[in-house]
């Protein structure tokens, strides 16, 4: 078979900073002939990004690695992420994989999939993380609308159940200038959206790591971003509270580009348990950014990282983080079950919760988000939000969302896709998507209106 009848597949667990790092691995194989096709079909090359989070994301991995050989079984199968970093010997023995690759070698990735000749084939290309210590520009396209791009990686942190450190290596970021650029070249291709992403999106403007100081800062980028004319909005995804500073948060407040969302990890809302988790902030100073926020956005959509069941959290413990949450001004949680990890200094925390101690007080937080998510959504039945419409569909329905986060469902109009549009929200759905129509003269004029510069498409319930 030439090379450029080739088929590669790519599938991606974890968090957005992988979806925008698969996306440029993708980009590498297009460039060089090959055809990418859906995960779900045949394929030459399959590329697995992989997350080890949580114990659950190595067990998929391996499922997902079975189930693309049972499509293709003379297929190549490359693993690459913080799993492939982190236990590169273990995903050698899953049957069926060839290569595996850790973080600094997975961008380099054509080059080794050259030296597997047949499918019997095995090799791990890795080193010391230490060793990685180089910023990689990387940004997600063509699978979504908004394009997650990743403007920093690598942690410094020393968080006592957290891997990450050990998966990417040294905290490290591009330039503001550099960052600049790519998001002007993104900009070209008609993005309405970017989301700023980063393992440790606050820390950013360690352009050269070995001088463990920054030579930029995150907010420095933020004023930047702002000039760029043909961003329509930017998200700031994930940002660690002792990073969000009051000067982001004013910012934001009045720009015009940067919408009302924050995603801030709280991971306990016990001071003992924040301790032994070695978090860099006490509750207070998370309860300070929340009130910040709300202050100056009231309709600022607010979402929480918490982890339950970690080593030491006892019932009270625990009860104490449930009612932090509660008294909380915010929008919906993330709820993780606390997981042994190797090489992290949790795993001699004692006591260890049971398992089944964990999935209770882990249903116990999903239900309080459900709460916390439908409060929210009903702040704003009979108000108008932008909404950027997406080209996902699902069940003959295009989705989008606000500037807020809201999720908002239409019947599918093709014309809607990937246009900001603000819409009336009346009702929300029994899935807990707001549901809106569109009057039959509006829609009839919905092409014509959302071409016209500064105009404005209501979208009304009937």
């Not at 393992?199 to 702002?226: A, I, M, R, T, Y």
């Not at 998370?286 to 202050?295: D, P």
């Not at 956005?297 to 929480?304: D, F, L, R, Y």
Request: some cysteine; hydrophobic content about 35%.
């Amino acid at each position: 078979m030439q090379q450029n009848t080739k088929t590669v597949a790519f599938h991606t667990l974890g968090c957005k900073l992988n979806f925008s790092e698969t996306s440029t691995i993708a980009r590498v194989f297009q460039d060089n002939g090959y055809v990418k096709v859906d995960f779900a079909n045949p394929a030459d090359i399959y590329v697995i990004n992989t997350c080890s989070v949580t114990e659950n994301a190595d067990k998929e991995c391996k499922q997902i690695v079975k189930s693309a050989k049972k499509r293709a079984p003379d297929s190549i199968v490359v693993i690459v992420g913080c799993y492939a970093q982190l236990k590169p010997n273990e995903i050698l023995q899953i049957e069926g994989v060839n290569l595996v690759l850790g973080a600094k070698e997975k961008f380099n990735i054509l080059q080794y999939i050259e030296s597997i000749a047949t499918r019997e084939d095995k090799k791990i290309v890795s080193c010391e993380i230490d060793d990685v210590n180089t910023f990689v520009d990387s940004h997600s396209f063509g699978d979504r609308t908004r394009v997650f791009l990743k403007v920093q990686d690598g942690c410094d942190y020393t968080c006592s159940f957290c891997t990450i450190p050990l998966a990417r290596g040294k905290s490290r970021s591009g330039t503001v200038q550099s960052v600049v650029e790519r998001v002007q070249k993104i900009a070209q291709d008609g993005i309405k959206e970017i989301v700023l992403t980063g393992v440790n999106l606050g820390d950013f403007g360690k352009s050269n790591p070995e001088l463990k100081k920054h030579q930029e800062n995150f907010f420095d980028l933020v004023k930047q971003l702002e000039n760029i004319e043909d961003i329509e909005r930017y998200r700031i995804s994930s940002i660690e509270p002792n990073l969000l500073t009051d000067e982001i948060i004013q910012f934001v407040s009045g720009s015009k580009k940067f919408v009302p969302h924050f995603h801030i990890p709280l991971q306990s809302g016990s001071n003992k348990v924040l301790k032994l988790m070695r978090r860099r902030y006490l509750r207070e100073l998370y309860e300070s950014r929340v009130q910040a926020i709300k202050s100056l956005m009231p309709h600022c959509a607010i979402g929480v990282d918490v982890i339950v069941g970690f080593p030491g959290e006892t019932e009270e413990d625990f009860l104490e983080t449930y009612k932090f949450l509660n008294s909380l001004d915010i929008s919906y949680l993330h709820v993780f079950t606390y997981s042994e990890r190797d090489n992290t200094d949790a795993l001699s925390i004692k006591p260890v919760v049971p398992y089944a101690v964990r999935k209770q007080r882990n249903n116990m937080l999903r239900i309080l988000s459900t709460k916390k998510q439908l409060a929210f959504y009903n702040q704003f039945v009979g108000t108008t939000r932008k909404v950027l419409f997406e080209t996902e569909t699902k069940d003959a329905f295009i989705y989008g969302y606000s500037d807020n986060y809201l999720k908002i469902k239409y019947p599918f109009e093709e014309r809607l896709t990937n246009q900001i549009v603000n819409c009336k929200l009346t009702k929300i759905g029994a899935d807990g998507v707001f549901e809106v129509s569109i009057d039959d003269a509006i829609l009839q004029n919905a092409e014509h209106i959302i071409n016209k510069p500064n105009s404005t498409l209501i979208i009304q319930h009937s």
